[in-house]
């Protein structure tokens, strides 16, 4: 496996989550520097030595309501 990707989003009461597409790792935290030490840990747990990706994808979503 070359890489994984994750969706990450504003957390409802505040900082981010983080979740892997076609894998079952999410992971939350209150920065975004903590969340990439988070998510990368996770991957590391997830993954069988020799395993992991070599590329992780951060896709951070952000819906924004602007008044017309």
Known sequence: MN???FLVEDAAEGGFTAR???HS????ADTFDELR???SDAVQCHF????HPAVIRLHYIKDEVLAA
Not at 25 to 28: G, L, W
Not at 48 to 51: K, L, R, S, V, Y
């Open 20 to 22: 892997a597409h076609g």
């Open 37 to 39: 030490l988070r998510v």
């Open 25 to 28: 790792i999410h992971t939350e």
């Open 48 to 51: 069988d030595e020799g395993a």
């Open 3 to 5: 890489e994984v990707a």
